[in-house]
């Protein structure tokens, strides 16, 4: 049975679902489970992001790609939210010399949007507010609650409590899940967290004659090797300029001088843009920020309750797949749910077979891309495979498969994708060595006789036939 807005039905013989958590998993969860006819109560322990003056929480603009996409268009959301994206065809990298390269994503007509989290996260409580059997409860934090019936306790913003009894509860509360918190006193829970040394501040890059200060449909990288600066852009023409580094690098920034002097050393293009005296007070707005990677198993517990987004992998923001990840959970969820008749029983460990190594999987993604975006992008060796895979996919689409494409632009198992990516590396390397031994016993004498000199020599040459591959 199915519900929408509108829909006077009884609702006598309904599931009641509590989704704990009101950010972007939660509230699109609400939605989901909505559609699906089920009572559902969203709990959130902070204010009605909609009516809030000022919104609390992480501001990181978000990289919405063909997973997130597709869990959207579910819920017949997808159109709405594009509609306030912006296109990135590629990476921009930015050299220390002002020098600008793209590096495109993918195929041609293959691209992320750089979407607002604020805004997205209100359109979709405005959505799951839209159906009749959701009720949406700002202001509640969860207190208690147990694994056995399903009974949680909340205390409101007034101080009263409040008592409810659910079929199945949904953790979408976070990197530091107050749902979680219970799991964890539960035996043959797995659970590590792991805080990167690195920290992350942010900038905004102002409009420049009423227009973008840079191209708009590129995601700016500045790749310094220990730490990088990206921009992002937003629908008001502005840029929101992330800079990561190592906290103790933050730590020996302290005053506005010493600000211009770094971004003098390392980022010289972006001041003008940035402003000297904006990017002087804005260094010091606020510290530098935490980012943390958390993996456990199981997502959950009886047939009560199950962890989704951040609260089940949180993942730091290099692959732009955290909300992609977390939007999938609720569509993979629900495929389970069709698929076992929404027996819990069945449904639940299903869920945690599937979804487990997919987010661990993306979660050491994650960590992996922060060294190619800060250095890796560096290298001509990096662009040169980045062209020679592109140009393997072209004409072998269905053989030879960049990492990022099945990543990005398809609902490959993220697991999988690794193996099929750690294949496909192994093919190509030894056919590069193959072809390069063919090449110098043709004919090469003088390739060879220089190697022991110049060991980048074959790198430079390889480097040559980019220019022959960017067509691709």
């Known amino acids: 049975m199915e519900y929408s807005p509108g829909d006077s039905r009884s609702t006598s013989k309904r599931k009641v679902i509590a989704v704990v958590g009101g950010g972007l998993v939660g509230a699109l969860n609400a939605c989901y489970f909505a559609k699906r006819g089920c009572g559902v109560e969203l ?40 509609s306030k994206g912006i296109p990135m065809n590629a990476r921009m990298i930015h050299s220390l010399e002002g020098k600008r390269s793209p590096i495109p994503y993918g195929k041609k007509g293959q691209y ?11 359109e979709l409580l405005t959505a799951a507010e839209e159906y009749p059997n959701t009720k949406l409860n700002f202001g509640h934090k969860l207190l208690d609650w147990s694994i056995e019936s ?28 107050a749902i979680r918190k219970q799991f964890l006193r539960q035996s043959r829970f797995n659970y590590s967290q792991t805080y990167i040394p690195h920290g992350y501040m942010e900038l905004t890059m102002p409009p420049k004659n009423g227009d973008f200060a840079m191209e708009p449909n590129f ?16 629908l008001d023409k502005t840029f929101t300029c992330t800079l990561f580094m190592p906290f103790e690098e933050f730590e020996k920034i302290t005053t506005g001088e010493q ?10 293009d972006s001041i003008p843009l940035l402003g000297e005296d904006a990017l002087k007070r804005d260094f010091f707005r606020l510290p530098a920020q935490a980012m943390v990677s958390v993996k456990c198993s199981p997502y959950h517990m009886g047939n009560k309750c199950v962890i989704m987004g951040d609260a089940a992998h949180a993942v730091v923001p290099f692959y732009g797949q955290g909300m992609n990840a977390g939007f999938e959970d609720c569509l993979v969820f629900n495929e389970i749910m069709d698929q076992l008749n929404e027996d819990f029983n069945a449904v639940l460990p299903e869920y945690t077979r599937i979804r487990v190594p997919d987010d661990h999987a993306i979660a050491d993604l994650a960590m992996y891309n922060y060294i190619e975006m800060r250095a890796h992008v560096n290298s001509k060796w990096f662009i040169f495979r980045k062209y020679l895979d592109n140009f393997l996919h072209f004409f072998m689409p269905n053989k030879i ?49 220089h190697l022991p000199q110049s060991p980048s020599l074959l790198v430079d040459q390889l480097w040559a036939r980019v220019q022959v591959l960017k067509g691709f």
């Open 259 to 268: 600000v211009l002097e770094f971004f003098q050393t390392y980022f010289p």
């Open 112 to 122: 992320i949007l750089s979407v607002d989290r604020a805004n997205l996260n209100k």
């Open 401 to 449: 498969i960049p990492l990022y494409t099945m990543v990005t632009f398809t609902r490959t198992r993220y697991h999988e994708a690794v193996q099929r990516w750690q294949w496909q590396n192994k093919v190509i390397n030894w056919s590069l060595f193959l072809c390069g031994t063919i090449s110098a016993v043709g004919g090469t004498f003088l390739l060879i006789r």
């Open 43 to 82: 709990f959130e322990s902070r204010e009605d992001i909609r009516q809030a003056k000022i919104v609390r929480g992480r501001s990181i603009n978000l990289a919405l790609s063909h997973r997130g996409r597709q869990a959207l268009k579910h819920v017949g959301m997808e159109e709405k939210i594009v």
């Open 150 to 177: 399903g009974a949680m306790t909340f205390l409101r913003s007034d101080g009263t409590k409040m008592e409810i009894k659910a079929d199945l509860i949904v953790g979408c509360d976070g990197a530091f899940s």
């Open 219 to 234: 995601l700016h990288i500045w790749p310094r090797n220990s730490f990088m600066m990206i921009a992002l852009p937003n």
